[in-house]
């Protein structure tokens, strides 16, 4: 018998409301949490699902006031608990005990300059009283039950040496040290591809079985809420708009906002001239789709042309253990003999799994990493014949947006700054005025507030500081674009703006896409042609829906069969 199965309810929260200061960011919360129980919390970035989670955790950030509400903690042989207004000892003796969260980014959840298992003996050593032996075989037990393979390997790890889906699995190895007996999992899954994303799923699942303890499983995806959770909790500005049995508000959403949240997911079935937003939802817009008679001329138009980019025959090794006289003594192969090519006005879809070696093409076809044989041709010449001004006008036509837009945006610069640097560094205009002037419009043109000229990057949203990124790819007047998972982190309705905005200024200034994602509904949307890549192969390529409707590999069909939702 769990310990919670002596409770029906585990939690009970009544009226919570969050402030910051003036600003109520959750009003008048209440719903309750069975024993054993998954609950699903669901909502935009904004809406108030992790400061419910961090109100109950006690990680409120600094100025977050508990304005009203209570949320009681029901233990066996235990008084009952208010979370709200517990003093930090309290609560603190609480975390990890009865408590524990899973952030949404593991890496910067984990010490960098620590190895994983004393990180995870650490959250061990202040619930259990254990000798370093039992220590350490305390945390391999946890690491076999989260299935990390090669326990031992990441025992003595540090957290840059292992996988996005490793890392995550060490973080709820870490939450389950103390034995909670709520487990909230905060995004968990967000930046995970699809089949490492469908594994911790599964994980989560059965360590909730398996311990009969409650999760509370916080997303903005209704098709992983689907997969973990009993029942849902719909957010919107941080009121509670819909709640209900998971079943049957994903067959039957009552609520406008819910039904917009499942409307702005890319569809499998069929391609939106427009990614309806949960606002265009909500105000009656209606999803128009593209015929598919139209999707095949566009095709026949694009493909009539000569390509623009030619990858040959393209490999890349990572020199993995040297010898005594410092020659390569291993390496590995992340992109094994390639061949494709890209034309003008066609978005390439690159799929596949992390570590498949698609970021690692795009950073050789960007000259960023490189490559030891095979040919790259740009408008018909090699580029390892260019010149230095040619190679200048190379790097200039083609331009990288990248995944995480605040990582690769200066804190010290203006947006306004940040966008006319590049301007500058080309010789683009003549004045500071005109390259001020230039900013602007593009500030405009990606539907920035106009007063983001002169803002920093920190007082932008995740799906603000993309728009950011893509205007100062735009502002040096590029031919090709390459998007590394520039929607992985976005909530569905920030996600459908940007793929749109990518739409219309593929349009507007005739430019081609290489769109490399592991969500293939997103590559799929995107994408006139899709390649599929596994260990730095293209096992499966082809016009997209054709591939989605009939895949001809095994692992295109097991990439197609890890979507979230996909079957609910």
């Known amino acids: 018998m769990s310990k919670a199965s002596a409770i029906e309810n585990i939690l009970e929260v009544t009226n919570l409301s969050i402030a910051f200061g003036l600003s109520h960011v959750l009003q008048n919360l209440t719903f309750s949490l069975k024993s054993g129980e998954s609950l ?33 903690l029901n233990l066996p042989n235990e008084n009952t608990v208010n979370l709200i207004g517990l003093h ?23 010490n960098p300059s620590m190895r994983c298992g004393k990180q995870v003996e650490e959250a061990i050593a202040i619930h259990h009283k254990l000798s370093k032996k039992q220590l350490k075989g305390k945390c391999i037990s946890l690491f076999n039950e989260v299935q990390i393979a090669e326990a031992e390997k990441v025992y003595k790890s540090y957290p840059f040496e292992l996988s996005g889906g490793q890392k995550q699995r060490v973080m709820i190895a870490m939450a389950l040290a103390g034995n909670p007996s709520i487990l909230i999992a905060d995004e968990p899954t967000t930046a995970l591809d699809v089949t490492v994303q469908k594994e911790i799923i599964g994980l989560l699942n059965s360590i909730v079985e398996k311990r009969g303890m409650s999760l509370i499983f916080i997303s903005h995806d209704l098709g992983v ?13 941080g009121e509670l708009v819909e709640q209900g049995l998971t079943s049957q508000i994903l067959l039957s959403p009552q609520h406008p906002y819910t039904q917009g949240l499942m409307a702005c997911k890319p569809p499998l079935n069929k391609r939106p001239k427009v990614l309806p937003t ?52 291993r390496s590995f192969k992340a992109v094994n003999n390639l061949s494709f090519n890209l034309f003008p006005n066609e978005t390439l879809g690159l799929v596949g799994e992390s570590g498949c070696g698609k970021t690692t093409l795009g950073r050789a076809i960007l000259g960023l990493t490189p490559y030891v044989s095979g040919n790259i041709l740009y408008k018909g010449s090699n580029i390892k014949s260019f010149s230095k001004t040619q190679m200048a006008q190379f790097r200039q036509d083609v331009q990288l947006i990248f995944q995480d837009p605040y990582s690769s945006l200066n804190p010290r610069l203006t947006v306004g700054e940040a966008i006319m640097e590049p301007i500058e560094f ?29 803002r920093y990057p920190h007082e932008f949203s995740g799906g603000q500081r993309q728009r950011v990124g893509i205007a100062r790819a735009l502002a040096v007047n590029p031919k090709v674009l390459v998007c590394d998972e520039m929607v992985s982190a976005l909530d569905v309705s920030v996600q459908a703006q940007i793929l749109n905005l990518l739409n219309q200024i593929k349009k507007d200034f005739g430019l081609s896409y290489i769109f490399i994602s592991h969500d293939l509904s997103v590559v799929k949307y995107m994408s006139n042609r899709i390649l599929v890549m596994q260990e730095g192969n293209i096992v499966e390529s082809g016009i997209a829906d054709r591939v989605y409707a009939s895949p001809s590999s095994e692992y295109t069909k097991r990439l197609i069969s890890s979507i979230p939702g996909r079957n609910s």
């Open 40 to 72: 699903g919390i669901v909502g935009e970035s904004g809406s108030g699902k992790s400061i419910t989670a961090l109100s109950l955790m006690g990680l409120l950030p600094p100025g977050a006031i508990a304005a009203n509400g209570a949320a009681n």
């Open 225 to 237: 809420i689907a997969e973990v959770t009993n029942r849902i909790l719909v957010l919107k500005d």
């Open 278 to 329: 949960v606002q265009q939802y909500l105000s009656g817009d209606n999803m128009t789709c593209i015929p598919e008679q139209n999707i095949d001329k566009e095709n026949r138009r694009i493909y009539s042309n000569q390509p623009i980019l030619n990858v040959d025959s393209i490999n890349v090794e990572f020199i993995t253990k040297r010898n005594f006289f410092g020659r390569t003594a």
């Open 88 to 110: 930090a000892d309290r609560h603190k003796r609480l975390r990890g005990k009865h408590l524990a969260m899973i952030f949404q980014e593991p890496m910067t959840s984990l």
């Open 426 to 454: 080309y010789g683009l205009t003549e004045s500071k005025q005109a390259r001020q002037k230039k900013a602007e419009a593009l500030i405009e043109r990606v539907s920035l507030p106009p007063n983001s000229f002169y």
